[in-house]
């Protein structure tokens, strides 16, 4: 007689195996195991490691999305009004120089309104916002005919939407 015991999968209980996951020590087969960089795990580890990652990761309540769409879109509204003055009764260069500093602006606000909790949506909809609040202005000028105030409108969204977007998912610019 062999007294050592037979593993048999958790699972499939008439398949024998001498595979057991190296986070709960549960016997498992081939066809249950998954590979990881750590080892062969069971089904159910995988997924509960996968969920503590991701709420690891968004530490954001659902009212910061709203947070992180609303208050680019609102200070993105200020500027494209104050991009239709500066064109109209400055100089439209100006507008390259300071649309920088509005998207700086921009990212501080948005993220102190914030204190700082991050998801994987928040720095997309900080984007979206800085779009949406330069949309009056900009159809307006579509639509009435202002060509030349809509061309500075976008040059200050070419500039003020990857700034606003790559600083707060946290990837720096150089
Ligand atoms: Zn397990
Ligand atoms: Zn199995």
């Known amino acids: 007689m062999n007294d050592l ?17 190296n ?3 549960k016997p498992i087969c081939a066809k249950c195991a998954v590979r990881t960089p750590t080892g062969y795990r069971c089904k159910e580890c995988v997924r509960a490691h996968q969920q503590s990652f991701d709420s690891a990761f968004s530490n954001a309540h659902w009212y910061d999305h709203l947070i992180a769409l609303l208050v680019p879109a ?5 500027v494209s009004i104050g991009v239709a003055f500066l064109t109209l009764f400055v100089w439209g260069l100006i507008v390259l120089i300071l649309a920088p500093s509005a998207g700086e602006l921009i990212v501080r606000l948005t993220q102190a309104a ?9 720095y997309r909809l900080a984007a979206a916002g800085v779009v949406l609040g330069a949309l009056p202005v900009s159809l307006f000028m579509l639509i009435t005919g202002g060509w030349f105030i809509l061309i500075w409108e976008i040059l200050y969204l070419v500039i003020a939407v990857p700034l606003v977007y790559y600083r707060i998912s946290g990837i720096r610019l150089s």
């Open 5 to 21: 015991p037979i593993l048999t999968c958790a699972n499939h209980p008439d398949v024998e195996t001498s595979l057991r996951c």
């Open 23 to 25: 986070r709960c020590g």
């Open 74 to 78: 609102a200070l993105s509204l200020v």
């Open 114 to 122: 914030l204190h700082r909790r991050r998801s994987r949506t928040i």
